[in-house]
């Protein structure tokens, strides 16, 4: 079945850092990736999507491109602030799923001033 | 705006109970899901709903069951709580078919003793 795969956190970084999150995934189909934000205390928001090979999402200095050949979708930030500690969750969504819904485990990050 | 509320937000009961968690939303989105959340495990899908009068399982239904008798409720129902069931429970709603971005409340943590 459907799966993703992103790396393990938590990852520190200092505030300015660049920031590469992993994400890996398996389908049999063709599906729309996503990530997810997720503040403490609260509960998921949609960070940025993709929806073809190639396509690149992005939203509030986050980026990321749908990569069908190495079935990646990682996610990259060239400035963090602390503002951006939370949990990051990639997901998946195709019609093999009957476009449900499949998370990663979800990576932590925190960002010191 | 449009919303999803959870209640309640905490809650702690003891096993053997009967426990209802309730999320209702203003999106009129047709698609519910409930979620819960545990380190390392990220999200699982427990029910979800295409409509009204329509339910499914999930991949962790066992102990669970929701019923849809209108568009924007979807409570989920712990017919004998079990010690393993304490997590942080997730609605989220998807306005139709296709792989559409999820939105979701802002959970319930729920401790069974």
């Known amino acids: 079945g459907d799966s993703v795969t992103q790396m393990e956190g938590p990852v520190t970084l200092s505030e300015e850092a660049f920031l590469t999150i992993n994400c890996t995934y398996t389908?049999?189909?063709?599906?729309?990736l996503f990530w997810y934000v997720q503040y403490p205390g609260e509960g998921l928001q949609l960070l940025l999507k993709?929806?073809?090979?190639?396509d690149k999402g992005s939203n509030k200095g986050f980026e990321a491109t749908y990569r069908k050949e190495t079935t990646s979708f990682h996610l990259e930030k060239g400035s963090v602030q602390v503002s951006d500690s939370a949990v990051y969750f990639c997901a998946l969504s195709d019609s093999a799923g009957g476009f449900k819904t499949i998370f990663g485990a979800g990576t932590r990050l925190f960002v010191k001033a | 705006d449009a919303e999803i509320t959870q209640s309640p937000r905490h809650k702690i009961t003891e096993t053997g109970r009967q426990v209802t968690l309730a999320c209702h939303q203003t999106w009129n989105h047709n698609n519910m899901f409930w979620y819960r959340q545990d380190l390392g495990h990220g999200l699982r899908l427990i029910h979800y709903s295409y409509g009204v009068q329509d339910t499914n399982k999930g991949e962790v239904s066992d102990g669970y069951s929701v019923s849809r008798s209108n568009t924007e409720d979807l409570p989920l129902t712990l017919e004998s709580a079990a010690s393993s069931q304490t997590s942080v429970y997730f609605c989220?709603?998807?306005?139709?078919?296709?792989?559409?971005?999820?939105?979701f409340g802002p959970g319930t943590r729920l401790l069974v003793l």
């Open positions: 993709a929806t073809k090979a190639d």
């Open positions: 389908a049999t189909g063709y599906p729309s």
């Open positions: 989220a709603t998807a306005s139709g078919q296709g792989a559409q971005t999820q939105y």
